[in-house]
């Protein structure tokens, strides 16, 4: 029995070294780690590339990702005169109960929109391309501000544009300004990244696991999102919201878990998921599987 | 018409409200530029008239509103350290404190609110032979304030409350000789954040709203809060997992357990929650502890036999849980009824939400209550620019609660530190790096200044 737990023990460090090598070595992009650099906001998770509209620089930093995995990925605010706003944000579909589904969250923006009292529907929800994607576009105003939000689902988020101006026109040169919107992606390359998928990190496809210890605060409920690789192990663990402590311990331990292969259409592929963890009273920790 | 013409038609009803700004103003403002050139905005200021608020709920029965009326006086004894000074019959102020009732700190504008005009915290600082020295930030016309220290000397986090006051040389604490803290100095190191008094009006009823309802609020306007930058979490207790709600951090659990701390950490007062005393020093004990108790013989003979047998914790938390909400101005005029639109278009009630619904309850007449407390009880990151550094409970250094705004057309200091008596900076406080307000800081900045004009006047109005 002691000679088991010490091998198993042995075999864990190595996993934990190796995963770590692995995580060192390469970096993977996250969603918030996009930057404004010489007129253009790129982000490489999202595979987008922004150019600044004129007179533009980056507003202050949003805060930090939500506990529902929503970002706020940057703000764009004029140089001089304060007369409009763009704020690119992304929302992790595995943390929140939104649609999946451009179109469908532009008609339930608009639907909440409309119930505001003064607030006018300009545009109603339609459909349209932008850099290769198919986003929604809502229109609509009120009290002065003249605002439309873009939306398209990548990687298992939903990444909208929220555009305010202080005049019709305005907003005009906002939504003229997405016309600058690319996908980094290299036509006809094949995509580098990891296929998202929900609910995919539950005990029926776990091989092995090791229990993060319990730390402060309890009853949070902590978004994580993993990369497994085609072997089944974690490429990456990337705790979206937790305490400096709670985020320690938490990639020490899921770097460690292991997974059945996965395999999409049959084929073995490399898949992103999300989780979610709560430490509880006591000790105890508790997953979910970051479905809705 | 438009809106910009429509808005100015809508000032001028408002009776020429608008105002040289204050320049400060913008000083304070940490970003986006203002405007300039265009006439600017201003507070119309703390609203005179009647209270509208301090009273009961409505619809409690005659035994419930006896207890409200016996626990409102209960709120307003003043205590000694063992309650034998004439005017100050309340038992177990100290060894540290911070004032010396609750009624005290919670005045404006009626017994159960907020910070008053006039700090009571100078005038306790010497009461009954004490020498206590001021720190730097108590003023005469400042607000109420508690003191927290962010970390303990040894670097490790501290964020607990160090009271302001001891009972050092009062006529009733013969023989204790404990310090102040060092004020000047924790100042100097940057070591100090404050907190003001919350008001206790209506926190029946947000005690009475259930979990679920909370947690269906906060997801109800979720897509205006996705375009704008907004989330939201809420605290939970450590104990049982359910939400916290009251609190500048939302980090507590019941208006009872709120009572507790209070009477323990701002006034000294060991009790049935909070049973043993903060300072140590032997010489500075007086009573046997816990100094409140269940009281086993009725002597208060009130009219309200459950508030003569209960604790002094039991009675402030039944003033609060059966206080009516702060009563808006009604009907609220064209300018107001605007800047109510300004106010939900604009976003702000993507935190300071409208309405909330009360669950079933034990008391006459409070299930299934709608009410607008202007809060959503979740914690919101604000930014470096309010960060207190300091953590309670799921809440971290720059997490705060929504502050429920109903009422805050009466009260004179804002913010959790009362750093300004000026909506227009309080708002524009709002704003800096990390906060997830700053999208909604940013419309606000974008309106047009009557627009703006027509959202003090409404807040105002609260």
Request: a negative charge; one cysteine or more; charged letters at 15%.
């Given at each position: ?69 929503y970002?706020?990925?940057a ?80 990687r ?63 009853f ?17 663990v ?55 | ?5 429509r ?130 930030f ?61 008001p ?53 659990k019941?208006?009872l ?41 009725n ?57 909330l ?5 034990a ?48 009260r004179?200091f ?8 000026d ?40």
């Amino acid at each position: 029995m002691g000679w088991l737990l010490r091998t198993c023990a042995c075999a864990g460090l190595i996993v934990v070294a190796a995963w770590h090598q692995g995580s060192a070595s390469e970096p993977m992009p996250r969603p918030d780690g996009g930057v404004v650099a010489n007129g253009i906001y790129a982000n490489a998770y999202f595979g987008l590339r922004y150019a600044v509209p004129a007179g533009f620089r980056p507003g202050l930093a949003g805060p930090a990702p939500s506990q529902s995995g929503y970002y706020v990925l940057a703000t764009l605010v004029p140089a001089k005169e304060f007369t409009g706003t763009i704020l690119i944000a992304a929302q992790d579909l595995f943390f929140a109960a939104v649609p999946d589904d451009a179109m469908a969250t532009a008609r339930a923006m608009a639907d909440a929109m409309a119930r505001l009292p003064g607030m006018a529907i300009d545009r109603p929800p339609e459909p349209v391309t932008l850099a290769g994607h198919a986003f929604g576009r809502l229109d609509f105003s009120g009290v002065g501000l003249f605002r439309s939000t873009f939306v398209t689902a990548i990687r298992c988020h939903l990444v909208s544009f929220n555009l305010t101006a202080n005049s019709r026109a305005g907003r005009a040169a906002l939504v003229a300004s997405l016309d600058g919107l690319v996908d980094a992606h290299v036509a006809g390359a094949p995509r580098a990244e990891p296929v998202c998928v929900k609910n995919r990190a539950g005990a029926d496809e776990l091989v092995r696991k090791v229990d993060p210890p319990a730390r402060h605060p309890a009853f949070t409920k902590i978004p994580v999102r993993i990369v497994i690789g085609a072997d089944g192990n974690v490429k990456d663990v990337h705790v979206i919201r937790a305490s400096d402590e709670q985020r320690g311990v938490i990639e020490r331990a899921l770097g460690q878990w292991k997974f059945k292969p996965p395999a999409i259409d049959g084929h073995a592929a490399e898949i992103e998921t999300g989780l979610t963890i709560e430490f509880r009273a006591g000790g105890t920790v508790a997953y979910s599987g970051g479905g809705r | 018409m438009s809106t910009l013409r429509r808005s100015w038609r809508l000032l001028g009803i408002a009776g020429g409200l608008m105002g040289a700004a204050a320049l400060s103003h913008f000083a304070s403002a940490q970003q986006p530029a203002p405007n300039f050139g265009m006439p600017q905005v201003h507070d119309p200021g703390v609203r005179g008239g009647s209270p509208g608020a301090g009273g009961p709920l409505a619809g409690l029965g005659a035994a419930e509103l006896a207890f409200f009326t016996a626990a409102a006086n209960r709120f307003q004894e003043i205590d000694s350290v063992s309650g034998t000074i004439s005017g100050e019959n309340g038992v177990g102020l100290g060894p540290r404190f911070n004032s010396n009732g609750c009624g005290s700190c919670h005045q404006q504008p009626a017994v159960g609110g907020t910070s008053p005009a006039v700090n009571p915290q100078i005038a306790v600082a010497k009461l009954d032979g004490a020498h206590n020295t001021i720190p730097p930030f108590i003023h005469p016309h400042g607000p109420v304030r508690e003191a927290r220290f962010v970390r303990n000397p040894n670097g490790t986090a501290d964020g607990g409350v160090h009271d302001l006051f001891v009972i050092t040389g009062r006529s009733d604490a013969s023989g204790c000789h404990i310090q102040q803290p060092d004020f000047a100095a924790e100042l100097a190191a940057h070591n100090v954040i404050f907190r003001i008094p919350t008001p206790l009006f209506g926190l029946g009823l947000v005690e009475g709203v259930s979990d679920l309802g909370l947690e269906n609020a906060l997801a109800d306007n979720s897509f205006l809060k996705q375009q704008l930058g907004i989330a939201g979490q809420f605290n939970h207790s450590g104990n049982d997992g359910s939400i916290t709600r009251f609190g500048w951090k939302a980090q507590n659990k019941s208006v009872l357990m709120f009572a507790g701390e209070a009477y323990n950490v701002e006034q000294g007062v060991t009790n049935e929650l909070f049973p043993n005393e903060r300072e140590p020093d032997p010489s500075c004990q007086f009573n046997g502890t816990p100094e409140d108790t269940t009281n086993l013989t009725n002597t208060f003979n009130s009219g309200s036999p459950a508030s003569d047998y209960a604790s002094d914790i039991v009675n402030f938390a039944a003033f609060a849980r059966l206080s009516a909400a702060p009563a808006p101005v009604s009907p609220l005029s064209p300018v107001a009824m605007h800047g109510q639109q300004v106010f939900s278009n604009i976003g702000c009630q993507a935190c300071h939400a409208l309405q909330l619904t009360t669950a079933k309850s034990a008391y006459t007449g409070q299930s299934n209550v709608t009410f607008s407390p202007l809060s959503d009880f979740a914690l919101h990151d604000m930014g470096f620019g309010l960060a207190d550094n300091v953590s309670q409970g799921g809440a971290n250094g720059q997490q705060f609660r929504s502050a429920p705004l109903w009422g805050v057309g009466q009260r004179i200091f804002f913010l959790h530190d009362g750093r300004t008596t000026d909506l227009v900076e309080a708002i524009r406080d709002h704003a800096s790096a990390g906060s997830e307000a700053n999208a909604v800081i940013n419309n606000f900045e974008m309106l047009a200044p009557a627009d703006k004009q027509a959202l003090l006047v409404y807040l105002r109005s609260l």
